[in-house]
C-alpha cells in the first residue's frame, strides 16, 4: 500500500491564523451533532430515540473531522491501475468498507473486481459483505472467462441474493437487530465493464471526455420503488421507506424484509442489485465509485471534470483521491466518504501545460487571499478563513478546477 504524500510548501503565517479561528467556529457550529446535510441511511431521528430509551442521547457527528485518510495503490498487469481513498470524516464511527481486486485469479486473470461499501446503522453488515461477497458470486458458477453476458449477471444477482440470505442466518443467530448496507460494485472484464448497485452509492464511467455511463440510485420516493414498497405494506414518508431508511435496496436491513409470504426481491428493501454490461471502448478514461457521501456534494459531470483535471497534474491516482475526498469535505460532506478510482489506457496523463497553469493558479489565490486578510484587518475586522471565502467567492478567478471550483482549493 501507498500513501500520497502531502507538499512540503510552506503555509503562509495568516493562513495558519485563518486556520486556527476557522476550527474554532465550525467545531463549535458541529458540537452536539447540531450540523445539517449528510447524513446515514438510517434516520439520526431514530438513533437517538433508541438511544433515549437507554438513557443516553449520543451525536452523529463528532466536535472535529477525523481527517486521516486510507489510501492504497495498485495496478493489473493487463494495463489497469487504480486507486482508493477513504475518510471518516464527522462521523462518529467509520462504517464504510471497500473490495480492490485488480486481477481475480486462474481463468479470469485479465478480470477485477471493485466494490464500494457503506453502511449504516452499524459497520458489522458493511464489513461482513466487504469480506464474502465476491465468494457468494463466485459461488453460483455462473462467472466464466467466455465472459456470457446473461450468464454474469445473472451469476452476480444470484450472489447478492445469497450473501443476503446468509446474513440473515447470521442475524438471527446472533441476534443482530438493525443495520444494513448499500453497495455499488463493478466486474471488469476484457470486452465489458459490469455495473452493480444496490442502494445509492453510485458508479460512473467517464468515456471520451464525457459521462459514458452511470448507475441509478435506488431511493424510495422513485415510481417503481415506490410502489414495491406500499405493496409490501410499508409507506414512503420524508423521502424514506417508513420515514426512517433513505434507502430502498441494500443487504442487511431485515426490519424492512419480515413479510414472509413475499420473496426477497418483493420485500420493502430488496436486496435484489441491478446490473448493467457496458460494451468496453477504446475511448474509456476511467470509473469512479464512491458512497453517497460523494454523490451528496458532486454531480456525476462534475465529478468526472474534476478527476480528468487532477489526473493532469497529480503524480500517483492517491493523490486524485484524496483531493476528491477534500473537495467533498470542503463543500460540506458530513458522511464517510469514500471514492475508488480505476483508470484505464486512455485516461488523461500528467501535462506540463496543466502543471504550470496550476502552479500560477496558486499563487494567484495565494496573493488574493493575503489581500483580502490585510483589508479586512485594516477594517478592525477580525478575519477568519469564511470571511475570506466570502469575498473571494465574489471574485473573478480564472482557471479554477473545473467540476470543483474554489472548494478545490
Avoid at 500500500?1 to 503565517?13: F, L, Q
Avoid at 493562513?15 to 452536539?32: H, I, M, P, Y
Avoid at 486481477?103 to 466494490?115: M, R
Avoid at 478592525?380 to 479554477?400: H, K, N, R, Y
Wanted: net charge negative; aromatic share 6%; hydrophobic share 40%.
Amino acid at each position: 500500500m501507498r500513501t500520497a504524500k502531502k507538499g512540503s510548501m510552506e503555509m503562509p503565517a495568516f493562513v495558519r491564523q485563518l486556520v486556527k479561528e476557522t476550527e474554532k467556529r465550525v467545531s463549535s457550529f458541529f458540537k452536539g451533532g447540531r450540523g445539517g446535510g449528510g447524513g446515514g441511511e438510517l434516520a439520526e431521528a431514530e438513533q437517538a430515540g433508541r438511544a433515549e430509551e437507554d438513557g443516553i442521547i449520543p451525536s452523529p457527528y463528532l466536535e472535529r473531522p477525523v481527517l486521516d485518510k486510507q489510501l492504497e495503490e495498485g495496478c493489473a498487469s493487463w494495463g489497469l491501475t487504480y486507486a482508493l481513498g477513504s475518510m471518516q470524516g464527522w462521523r462518529a464511527h467509520m462504517e464504510d468498507f471497500h473490495n480492490c481486486f485488480p486481477q481475480l485469479g486462474g481463468e479470469l486473470s485479465d478480470w477485477a473486481f471493485f466494490a464500494v461499501y457503506d453502511g449504516h446503522a452499524g459497520s458489522m453488515v458493511a464489513q461482513h459483505c466487504s469480506q464474502n461477497l465476491l465468494e457468494h458470486i463466485m459461488g453460483t458458477g455462473k462467472i466464466h472467462a467466455d465472459d456470457e453476458v446473461e450468464q454474469v449477471c445473472e451469476g452476480i444477482r444470484e450472489g447478492f441474493l445469497l450473501m443476503d440470505k446468509h446474513l440473515h442466518t447470521m442475524a438471527c443467530r446472533e441476534g443482530w437487530e438493525r443495520g444494513g448496507t448499500t453497495v455499488v460494485a463493478m466486474v471488469i472484464t476484457p470486452r465489458h465493464i459490469y455495473f452493480v448497485n444496490c442502494g445509492d452509492s453510485r458508479a460512473v464511467l467517464s468515456r471520451g471526455g464525457r459521462v459514458g455511463f452511470s448507475t441509478e440510485d435506488h431511493k424510495p420516493f422513485s415510481p417503481g420503488e415506490r410502489e414495491r414498497i406500499e405493496s409490501a405494506g410499508g409507506s414512503v414518508m420524508l423521502q424514506r421507506v417508513n420515514g426512517s431508511l433513505a434507502v430502498s435496496r441494500a443487504l442487511g436491513d431485515f426490519s424492512y424484509k419480515a413479510v414472509q409470504w413475499r420473496p426477497a426481491t418483493e420485500q420493502m428493501v430488496s436486496p435484489e442489485p441491478e446490473v448493467t454490461a457496458v460494451e468496453r471502448s477504446p475511448a474509456d478514461e476511467f470509473l469512479v465509485l464512491a458512497c453517497d457521501g460523494v454523490w451528496d456534494m458532486v454531480s456525476n459531470e462534475e465529478l468526472c471534470a474534476f478527476v480528468r483535471s487532477r489526473l493532469r497534474i497529480c503524480t500517483s491516482l492517491g493523490e486524485v483521491c484524496s483531493q476528491v475526498i477534500d473537495l467533498c469535505l470542503y463543500k460540506g460532506s458530513l458522511d464517510n466518504i469514500s471514492v475508488i478510482l480505476v483508470c484505464f489506457p486512455g485516461a488523461p496523463q500528467l501535462s506540463p501545460e496543466a502543471l504550470h497553469q496550476e502552479a500560477a493558479l496558486e499563487d494567484l489565490l495565494q496573493s488574493k487571499v493575503a489581500e483580502i486578510f490585510k483589508e479586512l484587518c485594516a477594517r478592525g475586522d477580525e478575519p477568519d478563513l469564511l470571511a475570506v471565502l466570502t469575498v473571494l467567492a465574489s471574485t473573478v478567478i480564472p482557471g479554477l478546477p473545473p467540476g470543483g471550483g474554489l472548494q478545490s482549493k
